[in-house]
């Protein structure tokens, strides 16, 4: 028997997030694709969003050639869109776009001018759609991403520290701060789902230690477990030294060496995830195309450590690792935001 495209499991899940970013009838709803999408997203929103009244149409444009020696993954940098006059026209008078490109829109070229007219934005992981119906929903996430974010503005300085020698140090002023709930907040936002993360794009000159990978932590760019530590020594936002004799650290000097520049060993964003229903192990059920290992990025009491661009710091690269990591402690000034790979009880379901 041929795989269905979708089942009505994934468009409800859909249909009742669409509802919670507040899609309603006769809205115009843009369904934004590129030939390298994931066939099951596309086609389950598009029938989620129907099945809501919106006036639904589809937007589908070539995936760009590689630009780059190595596969880029995880980058929230779609280039898909490749300043095409006519396909912003049609994204900017939409009310929502569902956004189902292979990386998202999050920080593409054209986000600004898609954002400065009617629209917002919903940015769906590249995730098997069996992912994104098995996260759910918690009506109280967006409040606690909120208090962890107001708790993130607040703050000097965050230290994440680890058993496993994880020591680092980043100075939050002059650092873009976001925390994602997964909803869209009317036209000109833009949202991420699944969401529940909290993070900050740091400074230039601010983050400075060491990170380890251990064991049971991801490298979301080879959607992968680390099985072997990889100590990164990190002087004024860039790893210096990549230490480590295992596999996973000659990867990661390997794929980030492709890139020629320094910029791909600079310090992205920092962070810890709050999604309750998100897990570090479950990737590793699929095959490595069935998902995209976004899962990872978000599950609760997770400290995410990022390589590569960050606007803020002023620096351009291609090269990205999301690292999120297990059993860390993050500080915030004196607040203990996640103890031991467990959030605090204030931000905790
Ligand atoms: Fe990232």
Redesign the pocket.
């Known amino acids: 028997m041929s795989q269905p495209a979708t089942e009505w499991r994934f468009i409800r899940a859909f249909a009742a997030h669409f509802a919670r970013c507040g899609l309603h009838e006769g809205e115009k709803v843009a369904l934004l694709s590129e030939s390298q999408s994931r066939h099951a997203l596309v086609e389950t929103a598009r029938l989620a969003a129907q099945s809501l009244g919106g006036r639904v149409f589809d937007i589908v444009v070539p995936t760009p050639p590689s630009a780059h020696p190595v596969p880029i993954r995880?980058t929230?940098a779609s280039q898909a869109i490749a300043h095409h006059d006519a396909v912003i026209a049609a994204l900017v008078h939409s009310d929502l776009v569902i956004d189902c490109t292979v990386e998202g829109l999050l920080h593409s070229p054209e986000l600004g001018r898609i954002l400065g007219g009617s629209a917002r934005v919903l940015m769906i992981s590249n995730e098997h759609p069996e992912v994104l119906e098995r996260l759910g929903w918690d009506d109280d996430l967006p409040r606690r991403v909120a208090l962890g974010h107001e708790w993130l503005k607040a703050a000097s300085v965050l230290h994440a520290s680890s058993d496993a020698g994880t020591d680092l140090t980043v100075q939050l002023a002059g650092g873009f701060s976001a925390g994602s709930t997964g909803l869209t907040d009317g036209p000109g936002s833009i949202a991420h789902w699944p969401g529940g993360l909290v993070l900050t794009f740091p400074a230039a000159h601010s983050v400075q230690g060491t990170v380890v990978l251990a064991p049971g932590d991801m490298n979301l760019t080879f959607n992968r477990l680390v099985e072997s530590p990889v100590t990164l020594h990190i002087v004024d936002d860039h790893i210096e030294e990549i230490e480590g004799d295992g596999v996973d650290a000659i990867l990661f000097r390997s794929y980030l060496s492709a890139f020629g520049d320094r910029e791909s060993y600079a310090t992205?964003?920092v962070g810890w995830g709050m999604n309750q229903f998100a897990r570090w192990d479950s990737a590793q059920l699929f095959d490595k195309r069935e998902t995209w290992g976004t899962e990872a990025r978000a599950y609760a009491g997770n400290f995410l450590y990022?390589t590569g661009a960050n606007e803020t710091a002023g620096r351009f690269t291609a090269g990205?690792f999301?690292l999120p990591m297990r059993n860390c402690t993050v500080r915030l000034d004196d607040r203990v935001v996640v103890d031991h790979g467990v959030l605090a009880p204030e931000l905790a379901p």
């Open positions: 995880s929230g992205s964003h990022s990205h999301d």
